[in-house]
Antibody, heavy 118, light 111 residues
């Protein structure tokens, strides 16, 4: 069974850069069938897609966040990572990593990690 | 612009059925969507992919009580024989060219 696990600091200061890693187990991140994405959820609010990456390194981002986001992949570690710069309190959220079938539906989700900007 | 619209809340009684709606924006009637369930204090769980013709592919372990259907720009999630564990937020999601979109979510209360 595929599992995804987010890791990273739970508290980050304003104006700094957030770095999170998603470790994939039970499957290969190098599969040609899937993309890997980041989604966030501010407290009490809905889901917001941040961006996605293919094992080759090809990425696509939410236009509203594109200037501040970088997603990368490390196939040797079966991991992919998120960097979000110039943080403000509005970036406080639970951050999820997930797999997409092609560029379509998210079909496996991590449990999420809360990041507080303060 | 690709947008998904969901009612903020819905309610139904234990043992009954409920039908949740996700509406695609104008010009996007032919888009497939996915449904996700998010129970309190948990991460989302993929329920199914729902195609324009109403055919759907469920995620691993999703019971038969969950089904999907489509009509025009509307995509539906029907949950039958409601259980207390079905009380959750339900999100629809769709995709376009290099874009992923979520609906605002529907909070389902089981009475």
């Amino acid at each position: 069974q595929l599992q995804l696990q987010e890791s990273g600091p739970g508290l980050v200061k304003p104006s700094e850069t957030l770095s999170l890693t998603c470790t994939v187990s039970g499957g290969s991140i190098s599969s040609t069938s899937y993309y890997w994405g980041w989604i966030r959820q501010p407290p009490g609010k809905g889901l917001e897609w941040i961006g996605s990456i293919y094992y080759s390194g090809s990425t696509y981002y939410n236009p509203s966040l594109k200037s501040r986001v970088t997603i990368s992949v490390d196939t040797s570690k079966n991991q992919f990572s998120l960097r979000l710069s110039s943080l403000t309190a509005a970036d406080t959220a639970v951050y999820y990593c997930a797999r997409t079938d092609g560029k379509h539906q998210f079909d496996y989700w991590g449990q999420g990690t809360l990041v507080t900007v303060s | 612009q690709l947008v998904l619209t969901q009612s903020p809340s819905a309610s139904a009684s234990l043992g009954d059925s409920v039908k949740l709606t996700c509406t695609l924006s104008s010009g996007h009637n032919n888009y497939a969507i996915a449904w996700h369930q998010q129970q309190a204090e948990k991460g989302p769980r993929y329920l199914m992919r729902l195609n324009t013709d109403g055919s759907h592919t469920k995620g691993v372990g999703i019971p038969d009580r969950f089904s999907g259907s489509s009509s025009g720009a509307e995509r539906y999630l029907t949950i039958s024989s409601l259980q207390s564990g079905d009380e959750a937020d339900y999100y629809c999601q769709t995709w376009g060219t290099d874009i992923q979109v979520f609906g605002g979510g529907t909070k389902l209360t089981v009475l």
